[in-house]
């Protein structure tokens, strides 16, 4: 994961987004295919950071009194993961997935706006930002709109991984 994280996002994502388009459309039709591409190399960029959060979680939980506790007491490998582990890593987790929801959001949006997403009779707010350049002067909420809806978007969804973040966290329960 090192490896992959060391590599910069966008560049990457264009230059892959830029290779493979024309060969995809061709196998799987232009909508597709360029779905398929976007969706293939955002969450192959994506998965990382949430992978280091869960391995680091597990083994700081690992260790804690309340694991080692209930190993004594002599609970299995599975009912440690299920019952102690598990509930106790996953609100961080639930919250770094919405975030790299919202984050996914932001990268197709760039994309599109770059001209590089969906085709162009395939809407997205990227696009809309897109087709809304060269009529910034004559009709501003062209661009406005669909940014504002971006930026809504994704804070809802991080306002979701927050609520559930609180109502699964063991805890804040107890």
């Not at 990268?107 to 930002?129: C, I, K, N, Y």
Request: with cysteine; proline share 7%; net charge positive.
């Amino acid at each position: 994961t090192d490896l992959f994280l060391a590599l910069p996002a966008l560049p990457l994502l264009l230059m892959v987004t830029y290779l493979f388009r024309d060969p995809l459309k061709k196998v799987f039709g232009p909508e597709l295919g360029i779905f398929l591409l976007i969706v293939a190399v955002i969450g192959a960029l994506n998965w990382m950071p949430l992978a280091r959060l869960v391995r680091a979680s597990f083994l700081s939980i690992k260790q804690k009194e309340f694991v080692e506790a209930a190993r004594c007491v002599g609970a299995s490998n599975r009912r440690l993961m299920a019952n102690h582990i598990l509930p106790n890593t996953l609100s961080s987790v639930i919250v770094a997935a919405t975030v790299g929801v919202g984050a996914a959001i932001i990268t197709e949006s760039a994309l599109s706006f770059l001209g590089l997403g969906f085709p162009p009779d395939m809407p997205t707010w990227g696009r809309l930002l897109y087709d809304a350049q060269n009529f910034l002067d004559l009709a501003p909420h062209w661009a406005i709109f669909p940014g504002l809806l971006i930026f809504l978007t994704v804070l809802s969804i991080n306002y979701i991984g927050d609520g559930l973040r609180d109502a699964l966290d063991p805890r804040k329960t107890q």
